[in-house]
């Protein structure tokens, strides 16, 4: 079951003690997308769009629209009448998520998302808004992370 991007953020949000800034968010939910379809077979974990190749990484527009007067202060909750996530399974992987990635810096959290084998780097073009990270490539850039931390694995037994 997938979430909207609304639901998807009032609960990382939420589960973060509403301490995570629209960079910190955006990025977040990429790699819970990303994750969740790797574990998955490809489904997603959030519906209604797909993310773009903005300049500090993947954004979902709606919700940077909704959160974006924060700056880069944490967001409060603007999500009111957005419903509650009632798959538990898919919440606390939201919530999982949030925990884990809310105390990364966030300009690793952007190195992290801009590596050059990224779904975010084969799309993006400098200053250019509007261009889709297909899903698909969100999956293959989840496969080939899985790949080389394998051999990175392999390697340090080695």
Not at 6 to 17: F, P, T
Not at 20 to 42: C, D, P, R, S
Request: charged share 25%; proline share 4%.
């Amino acid at each position: 079951m997938s979430v909207t991007a609304l639901q998807a953020a009032k609960h990382a949000c939420e589960a973060s003690g509403w301490k995570l800034t629209n960079l910190q968010l955006q990025k977040i939910l990429y790699i819970a997308q990303m994750v969740y379809a790797g574990k998955n077979e490809g489904k997603r974990l959030i519906s209604g769009g797909d993310f773009e190749a903005w300049d500090y990484g993947p954004v979902l527009p709606s919700l940077y629209h909704r959160v974006s007067a924060f700056g880069s202060s944490p967001i409060k909750n603007v999500f009111h009448g957005v419903e509650e996530i009632d798959d538990t399974e898919v919440a606390d992987f939201i919530a999982k998520a949030a925990k884990e990635l809310s105390s990364v810096q966030p300009f690793r959290l952007v190195e992290y998302v801009h590596d050059k084998h990224s779904a975010w780097h084969k799309h993006y073009h400098p200053g250019v808004r509007g261009i889709t990270i297909p899903h698909e490539s969100v999956i293959e850039e989840n496969k080939s992370r899985a790949k080389a931390q394998k051999a990175k694995t392999a390697n340090a037994k080695a």
